[in-house]
């Protein structure tokens, strides 16, 4: 524009003030001099009156996506101000009406809408949180906005398996963390299958962290159990690592054993301890060496008649006992000499040679032999579970005992000939497994298969 149109509008402005003053003086041309100062005038009048700038208007929106630890929120700023906005963002904390003095996010410049994802919250927690603005009149804040973040799933380990019987056993585990709210159960689940939950038995321990103890009830006995331990809060349950375990073998007295399978077959791990058949009708104990050799049915010792050998070694027995069919528990059986095979053939031992007579094998006999108890250096690696231990024998020719840690020997219930059954031999000094038939009188330890 030209200082011509300049010119023209503010003689008309003068004309206009000089009609409500009631003088209307003649129109003249008015020097440059004058139209410079008309101008300046003009100028301060008008840009003198900008509008100075206020704070921001902004409101915050209700939050999304709550999650644990994150949330979603985002602002909106309707006016800003008349200045720019040179920041805005989101600041919030567990109070209400936070500031950029607590926790904060920038998120960008510009008026509109912006939004952030707030991060590394605590899980279970009340938080509040505003929208924030910032031109140059200062920061402005939108609406305080309350939320609440998820709980976080609680923690658990699962304890050792210990104290196992046939029925029961005990285990526990530690709550190390119960996910920002209150525990409200928490205990061991177990099953025949693996990875129990709570729909399988279970225990019910007092609530809280930290570590407990249950006793699992009513197990069956030989029997391969899994158990993890468990906890709950208001949202969620989780289970600690799996832990595996059989039950142990228990005689009509009450006596536990180990069991192992070798093949398809379940063994008991140690040698048998009972007294009575499982019709519970008493064994005679016999500890005179002629009346042992004159036996002509059952009978058992403890070596050298000393019953504090029972809990390592087992009882001898003649064969007459191993044969009887009441030996074992109920469901179970003295192997024959084929079961014998059977197993040694499973362990690696050639089949052309498991019938042969005497020493067969390679290193059968380190397989089945226990990591410690056996004399000049004879123990084995019982890579078989078998853990066979040096129990000696009783004579029946004399009924002496002989070879306490450097022999053992298990009966079969497989008889030879009407004086002799089947057995099987185990060496210090050797490293396989001896097969042979000795009279039925002969003090030997048994070990029982599943049925």
Request: proline fraction near 5%.
């Amino acid at each position: 524009m030209t200082a011509y149109y300049y010119y023209d509008i503010c003689v008309k402005v003068l004309m206009h003030l000089q009609k409500y003053t009631g003088k209307m003086p003649a129109y003249k041309p008015l020097p440059w001099s004058s139209i410079g100062l008309l101008l300046l005038v003009f100028s301060l009048l008008t840009f003198g009156c900008v509008k100075d700038p206020t704070l921001p208007v902004l409101s915050t929106d209700p939050v999304t996506e709550i999650s644990i630890t994150t949330v979603k929120i985002s602002g909106i700023i309707s006016d800003d101000g008349g200045a720019e906005i040179t920041s805005r963002g989101f600041c919030w904390g567990t109070v209400t009406e936070p500031t950029i003095d607590d926790e904060m996010i920038v998120a960008g410049t510009g008026s509109g809408k912006f939004n952030a994802v707030l991060l590394n919250l605590q899980p279970n927690t009340s938080y509040h949180v505003r929208a924030f603005a910032e031109n140059s009149a200062g920061i402005a804040y939108g609406n305080d906005v309350e939320f609440i973040t998820n709980m976080a799933p609680p923690s658990v380990t699962t304890a050792e398996i210990s104290n196992i019987a046939a029925l029961t056993a005990n285990c526990g585990g530690t709550v190390t963390y119960d996910g920002g709210a209150a525990i409200t159960a928490r205990g061991v689940c177990w099953s025949t299958d693996p990875q129990p939950d709570i729909n399988d038995p279970h225990t019910s321990e007092e609530l809280g962290s930290g570590t407990f103890t249950s006793t699992l009830t009513n197990l069956t006995p030989a029997s391969v159990y899994y158990v993890r331990a468990y906890v709950s809060n208001q949202s969620w349950t989780v289970y600690g690592e799996q832990v595996t375990f059989r039950t142990k073998l228990t005689d009509i007295q009450g006596n536990l054993y180990n069991t192992v399978p070798v093949g398809t077959k379940l063994w008991m791990a140690e040698n048998l301890r009972v007294t009575t058949l499982n019709d519970n009708s008493p064994i005679p104990e016999i500890t005179d060496n002629a009346l042992w050799v004159a036996a002509a049915g059952p009978a058992y010792c403890w070596y050298n008649n000393d019953p504090t050998f029972k809990s390592t070694y087992g009882a001898l027995y003649n064969w007459f006992t191993a044969a009887s069919g009441t030996l074992c528990p109920t469901g179970w059986h003295v192997p024959t000499d084929t079961e014998f095979n059977t197993m040694e053939i499973y362990l690696g031992m050639a089949s052309d040679q498991s019938e042969v007579w005497g020493w067969r094998g390679i290193d059968h006999g380190q397989k089945i032999k226990n990591q410690t108890g056996w004399d000049e250096n004879g123990n084995g690696n019982n890579s078989s579970g078998l853990s066979a231990l040096p129990g000696g024998y009783r004579f029946g020719a004399d009924g002496s005992f002989y070879l306490q840690t450097t022999i053992t020997y298990w009966w079969s219930s497989s008889e030879h000939d009407a004086d002799r059954g089947w057995y099987r031999r185990l060496d210090s000094s050797k490293s396989q497994v001896y097969r042979a038939s000795t009279s039925k009188k002969g003090g030997k330890y048994v070990r029982c298969v599943k049925d």
